[in-house]
Nanobody, 125 residues
Framework: QVQLVESGGSSVPAGGSLRLSCVAS????????MAWFRQAPGKEREGVAS????????SYADSVKGRFAVSQDSHRTTLYLQMNSLKPEDTALYFC??????????????????WGRGTQVTVSS
């Protein structure tokens, strides 16, 4: 079992920056991939960024490339999402997720089997 707790969400003006954190506890050694997803009101959940615990490879949604950066601490217990040049369309509830099956770390939510409860990011225009 893996427990995930997100933090760092806030309200910021457009153009601002935020850093989200996700602390993992429990059987963290079984996590092959960790990722950030987001869901805006009335919209489907979408993948934002993923990180491979084995290869350190990352992947990003086209909408955030060049603005967001995902990273993990050396203990593999905390996942970060640095968000720069924020836009109003980035407003959403951001979730941290973990995958325990080793393989490519994509952005399909069905591949992730552990989820946090989310942290709210609101970007005002």
């Amino acid at each position: 079992q893996v427990q995930l707790v997100e933090s760092g969400g806030s309200s910021v003006p457009a153009g601002g920056s935020l850093r989200l954190s996700c602390v993992a506890s429990g059987s963290t050694y079984i996590t092959a991939c960790m990722a950030w997803f987001r869901q805006a009101p009335g919209k489907e959940r979408e993948g934002v960024a993923s990180f491979s615990s084995g290869t350190f490879a990352t992947s990003y949604a086209d909408s955030v490339k060049g603005r967001f950066a995902v990273s993990q601490d050396s203990h593999r217990t905390t996942l970060y999402l640095q968000m720069n040049s924020l836009k109003p369309e980035d407003t959403a509830l951001y979730f941290c997720a973990a995958m325990t099956i080793w393989g490519p770390c994509g952005l399909r939510d069905v591949d992730y089997n552990y989820w946090g409860r989310g942290t709210q990011v609101t970007v005002s225009s």
